[in-house]
């Protein structure tokens, strides 16, 4: 087993941990909750085996789903951003993408900003739909969405900050 594969276990298990142990426990204002486990999807190695990723992040989802007693918003949401990374990552990052050989430690920060709140928006978006799973309530979806998103891309940026292995 390569660092790679130990890198992504441990990232996997640390980020379902952390969201059911601690971020599933925090609630601001009744509208805001972090959800960094999408840390994840968002940061998985992008020349990996693709039906991998996918079921992956469904695992990731369905995890966070036992233990947040969720039946089963977390793992939708996970394999649809699962799926169409592809297109947000190349809108986001360009040729850099194309040539399949970008880490994202050595991305530009604008780039990867744009990248994480356009995942995370639409993980968020679809969550809360279905959560709420009610069209009179679209105000409330979207607020939701909205507050939960900013939240989540500040911790997953800083997250992501604190913890890169980039040589300054």
């Known amino acids: ?5 130990l890198n992504s276990i441990i990232r ?13 426990n925090i609630n601001f204002l009744g509208n805001i909750n972090p959800y960094p486990y999408i840390l994840f999807i968002l940061l998985f190695p992008v020349n990996n ?21 969720s039946g089963g918003v977390h793992a939708a949401s996970c394999v649809s951003i699962a799926f169409i990374r592809p297109a947000v990552l190349k809108f986001a990052f360009g040729m850099v993408y194309e040539h399949q050989n970008m880490k994202f430690n050595n991305t530009e920060f604008g780039n990867r900003l744009i990248y994480f709140s356009i995942l ?6 679809i969550m809360f739909t279905m959560e709420i799973f ?7 979806i979207l607020q939701k969405t909205l507050f939960s998103s900013i939240f989540t891309i500040i911790l997953c940026v800083l997250i992501s900050v604190l913890f890169s292995n980039k040589q300054r």
């Open 49 to 69: 085996n693709r039906s991998l990723f996918i079921f992956m992040s469904f695992m990731l989802g369905l995890f966070v789903d036992i233990f947040s007693d």
């Open 1 to 5: 087993m390569n660092s790679l594969n």
């Open 12 to 24: 996997f298990i640390v980020l379902v941990l952390a969201q059911a142990l601690l971020f599933n």
């Open 120 to 125: 995370i928006a639409i993980h968020h978006f």
């Open 134 to 140: 009610n069209i009179s309530n679209i105000i409330l």
